[in-house]
Nanobody, 124 residues
Framework: QVQLVESGGGLVQPGGSLRLSCAAS????????IGWFRQAPGKEREGVSC????????YYADSVKGRFTISRDNAKNTVYLQMNSLKPEDTAVYYC?????????????????WGKGTLVTVSS
């Protein structure tokens, strides 16, 4: 069964850090571009970051550039999102997704597999 499972969300104070994990089962992440997306209450889903399957190219939304870092460990079939200097506006449900094409991930479109999400709340 193909599955993506996110973990690592929680409540953190502004300025704090969290590391999200996206673990795959039932398929190998090696051949997929992986993206992190988020959806805040009452807002549309937005792309946060993507990492390619081939050369490790990365993409970051302007709102998280310099604060978030995406990485992958193919041996563990897992992708991570390190989030530093968190702000209240980062509060959202964070989803990971796998897709064949990196450029589609960047466009927030055409991802093949999705996790169920993990909630990140940034609040004092």
């Amino acid at each position: 069964q193909v599955q993506l499972v996110e973990s690592g969300g929680g409540l953190v104070q502004p300025g704090g850090s969290l590391r999200l994990s996206c673990a795959a089962s039932g398929f190998t992440l090696d051949y997929y571009a992986i993206g992190w997306f988020r959806q805040a209450p009452g807002k549309e889903r937005e792309g946060v970051s993507c990492i390619s399957s081939s050369d490790g190219s990365t993409y970051y939304a302007d709102s998280v550039k310099g604060r978030f870092t995406i990485s992958r460990d193919n041996a563990k079939n897992t992708v991570y999102l390190q989030m530093n200097s968190l702000k209240p506006e980062d509060t959202a449900v964070y989803y990971c997704a796998a897709g064949v094409l990196f450029r589609l991930c960047v466009l927030n479109h055409g991802m093949d597999y999705w996790g169920k999400g993990t909630l990140v709340t940034v609040s004092s």
